[in-house]
């Protein structure tokens, strides 16, 4: 069954340690609270915080206030009753990125084949107190009957369902879950670059029961691991710069309002002398784990809270080691409007990414999303939540069956004919 992640179908992640593990790990440990140790100092040679009293005198806010105001700015989302929100995006690749794909194809594909067609993607996000709603369509620029995918997910309040299509109506199917996990986990919800609603990062919505709390912990970004580095002015507003060099993201916040103008994400320099990889996982899971694999393996064996804790120590390891950082991405947020009562969102998006494995980074593309409609604690109407289903339509994916079933969608099925198809899984797999 395809993703429902806004990018094209041939964009590359861009992670490297710190992210993988994150991303891979952090969200399966986030469920627990974790007692991970607090941060420590930063490395040598990089920022200090400024005393308490240095701070008061120059009537500066400290960085954990900042931070945690950034965090409440948008935390709001997570108890909306209802929330609405649609969005245009676009993906547009540099000359620089063939260049250097040309040189260095990506693996399994062929030299030259780098596309740079802006890439198009219209989303609309939905949810009230009980049902869940997620569609987006997609094509590139001057080229409408390009469209990679349509896709059509909801959550009724008892089913799952996921309708998908190509523009032309063609390759129609649909797949089912009497959960929500398959369609609306949280890797879809938190760990996107470009969430719609504000920058990318953990949420406890009613379906999710994400920990936000430990999953700053683990990932070193509790406001109390942030330290004021400076000022910088973002779009001719003057910004307070924080930066947590555990977590590995600096933040560019508004003097005048709080809120978030930028948001960046800094990557260890690899290459530098006295970074060794194989010596951080060594340090948090002990000599016998010699490569990211085996991290990955020791860390699994691990209950909820103590892979949290192996997280965050990772995260402190590396910091360790590192006493340089560049930029993956610079992330942009503009255009604030209020919209409803004392919430804000930014209804624009630009990033701009870099391609970091290059002996000098470039510009490797440059997104853009814009919120066109949103809409906060109003009534929803019913169709959003509702898949028209067609009899003859395949079933790519039955999730309701252990193993999942494959078939064509007929409305007059039974429930004991899905469970003769079940049966007949099983004794293939046995």
Known sequence: MPRSGQFPPRRRPIGRLTLVASVLLL??????????????????????????????????????????GVYESFGWIDAARSFRIR?????????????????????????????????????EWAWDKTRIHYSYENHYVGDPKSTYGCQKRIWDGSLAISRSERSDHSQLSYAFDNKLGIFFDEQNVTTQLMLPWGPGGPHHFWW?????????????LLPRDFELVGRETINSKPCYVVESWIGGYRLAVGVADGRLYRRTWLLAVENKPGYDQKAIF?????????????????????????????????????????????????????????????????????????????????????????????????????????????????????????????????????????????????????
């Not at 999710?208 to 070193?220: C, I």
């Not at 395949?394 to 193993?403: A, G, I, L, M």
């Open 282 to 430: 060594q340090k948090v899971a002990g000599p016998t784990v010699k490569s990211y694999q085996g991290w990955v393996k020791w860390c699994e064996a691990l209950d909820p809270a103590g892979r949290s804790r192996a997280i965050h120590q990772l995260h402190v390891a590396e910091a360790e080691y590192v006493r340089s950082k560049r930029a993956a991405f610079h992330q942009f947020f503009d255009d604030y409007r209020q919209v409803s009562p004392g919430h804000w969102l930014p209804f624009r998006q630009f990033v701009i990414q870099y391609n970091t494995k290059a002996p000098e980074p470039f510009v490797e593309s440059r997104i853009e999303q814009k919120v066109t409609t949103v809409s906060v604690d109003e009534p929803l109407p019913m169709k959003l939540f509702q898949i028209e289903l067609q009899d003859g339509v395949p079933v790519t994916t039955d999730w309701r069956y252990d193993p999942p079933i494959h078939y064509e969608y007929r409305k007059a099925q039974t429930e004991a004919e899905r469970i003769a198809l079940r049966d007949l899984e099983r004794r293939k797999r046995h």
């Open 87 to 123: 969005t245009e995006y676009s993906f547009i690749p540099t000359e620089a990125k063939r260049r250097w794909e040309e040189k260095h194809p990506p693996l399994g594909e062929a030299p030259g084949t780098v596309d740079l067609r802006t890439f198009c993607l219209d989303s």
């Open 208 to 220: 999710l029961s994400t920990d936000v709390a430990a999953w700053r912990e683990a990932a070193g």
């Open 27 to 68: 969200i399966a440990s986030a469920r627990s609270k974790s007692s991970g140790a607090p941060p420590g100092p930063p490395p040598s040679g990089q920022p200090a915080a400024r005393s308490d009293a240095k701070r008061s005198q120059n009537r500066e806010p400290s960085a954990a206030a900042l931070v945690q």
